[in-house]
């Protein structure tokens, strides 16, 4: 079962991230899909989110930003710090350590196809949650670069760890807003800086 959120939804989201993240910037997106815990999906254990803007910028440059792997900082406001953990500065098994307010999170690479697609796990939710993984996909459109972020959580029958799943997965989704925003405009600000 899929659920296009509404207006009444998004204003919630609205909400709830700027209590949560303290400053929220405003942008339109093509769609967001909260994804329920289908039979299927019970099965599978997993709890799903994803989210597509259009972003005015070919892909090799929005790849250019997702690629800078340590400087997530730089353009999701929500992140007060990101650096790097690993020797390795991209690619597969490339960490760094994200602090939002007062939680630490580790996100350590497992897929990296330049100009295409990345994911990465995030570890250090709390422990009913586990560890959540994220996906940006970029495909090229007329308009510049589609962006699809999708984040899985592992879920549960236990009806504790559904709800906590179903929690982080919002928080997520709230995330995944804020990083799409600083995306489109650090892809916008660098697209400037070239063209002067």
Not at 22 to 38: D, Q, R, V
Not at 69 to 91: K, Y
Not at 119 to 145: C, D, F, H, R
Request: positive net charge.
């Amino acid at each position: 079962m899929t659920l296009v959120a509404s207006t009444d939804l998004s204003e919630r989201l609205v909400e709830s991230t700027t209590h949560w993240a303290g400053k929220l910037l405003l942008t339109t997106f093509e769609s967001i899909t909260l994804t329920t815990f289908t039979p299927r999906q019970m099965r599978s254990l997993m709890a799903t989110s994803s989210m597509d803007i259009t972003i005015n910028a070919p892909p090799e440059d929005v790849w250019a930003i997702l690629a800078d792997f340590p400087a997530i900082s730089m353009w999701v406001p929500m992140i007060q710090h990101s650096c790097l953990i690993t020797q390795e500065t991209s690619g597969v098994g490339a960490a760094r350590r994200v602090q939002i307010a007062q939680q630490a999170l580790i996100e350590t690479v497992t897929v990296w196809e330049p100009q295409r697609r990345l994911a990465y796990t995030i570890e250090g939710m709390p422990p009913i949650v586990g560890i959540a993984t994220t996906t940006w996909t970029l495909q090229p459109s007329p308009k510049g670069t589609r962006v699809t972020i999708s984040t899985e959580i592992p879920s549960s029958r236990n009806p504790a760890k559904r709800f906590a799943a179903a929690k982080a997965l919002e928080r997520m989704s709230l995330a995944a807003r804020l990083m799409t925003t600083g995306l489109r405009q650090e892809a916008a600000t660098r697209g400037k800086k070239v063209a002067q």
